[in-house]
């Protein structure tokens, strides 16, 4: 069966420093892995995207991710924070079983402290 | 901008009477989805459409429907509404060549 856990609900950093957001999924077939990001009273727009090619993916706005199937895991990463980072953040699986099923984590709210 | 088009942005309306949320997904994209946001429950799915018809079913109430036009726009009927509705309904479309979905700016439905 298909799940994702997202295993932080809430993420403070301080601006400038390391963020990490955690994602664990499981899946019966080879997923595509997703992170998408929301600021308030905002649609969710795609940050990156994992379809079975490299397994350290690049995204926008500085963020990438690295697909590690040992560990099942889609961990959201970025150097550096910037205040404009902060929102929420879904981690998505999608498997394709006769069409595609769409699964959400719950969300992580990135906190950016100045 | 996405391509995703949602009408209408906010709406505000009062217990028990009904409502319709429109969405136009991006050119070319054949599968539509609808989500509801709150904040107790978070981003649900509710309805999947591809094509017309219906392809997967969600946390849809009984009181909601939703179809797709030829034109393959959608709408979101919901009726008998109760403050509990109140929430934002987004509308995703997707190629369904890798599902990666593609997000409107969502409808803030308020229920008085």
């Known amino acids: 069966a298909q799940s994702v856990t997202q295993l932080d609900s809430h993420v403070s950093v301080s601006e400038g420093t390391p963020v990490l957001l955690r994602c664990n999924y499981s899946s019966s077939y080879s997923p595509s892995l997703f992170w998408y990001v929301q600021h308030p009273n905002k649609g969710l727009q795609l940050l990156l995207k994992?379809?079975?090619?490299?397994?350290l993916v690049k995204g926008i706005n500085g963020f990438e991710a690295e697909f590690k199937k040992s560990e099942t895991s889609f961990h959201l990463t970025k150097p550096s924070a910037h205040m404009s980072d902060a929102a929420e953040y879904f981690c998505?699986?999608?498997?394709?079983?006769?069409?595609?099923?769409?699964?959400f984590g719950a969300g992580t709210r990135l906190f950016v402290k100045a | 901008d996405s391509g995703v088009t949602q009408t209408p942005k906010h709406l505000i309306t009062a217990t028990g009477q009904r409502v319709t949320l429109r969405c136009s997904p991006r050119s070319g994209d054949l599968s539509v989805y609808w989500y509801q946001q709150s904040l107790d429950q978070g981003l649900q799915f509710l309805i999947q459409?591809?094509?017309?018809?219906?392809?997967a079913k969600g946390n849809i109430l009984e009181r909601f429907s939703a179809q797709q036009f030829p034109d393959l726009h959608s709408e979101l009927n919901l009726s008998s509404l109760e403050l509990g509705d109140s929430a934002l309904y987004f509308c995703?479309?997707?190629?369904?060549?890798?599902?990666?979905?593609?997000f409107g700016e969502g409808s803030r439905l308020t229920v008085l």
């Open positions: 459409y591809y094509n017309g018809e219906e392809r």
């Open positions: 994992y379809t079975s090619a490299a397994t």
């Open positions: 998505v699986v999608s498997e394709r079983t006769g069409g595609f099923k769409t699964i």
């Open positions: 995703a479309s997707s190629v369904e060549v890798s599902g990666e979905l593609f």
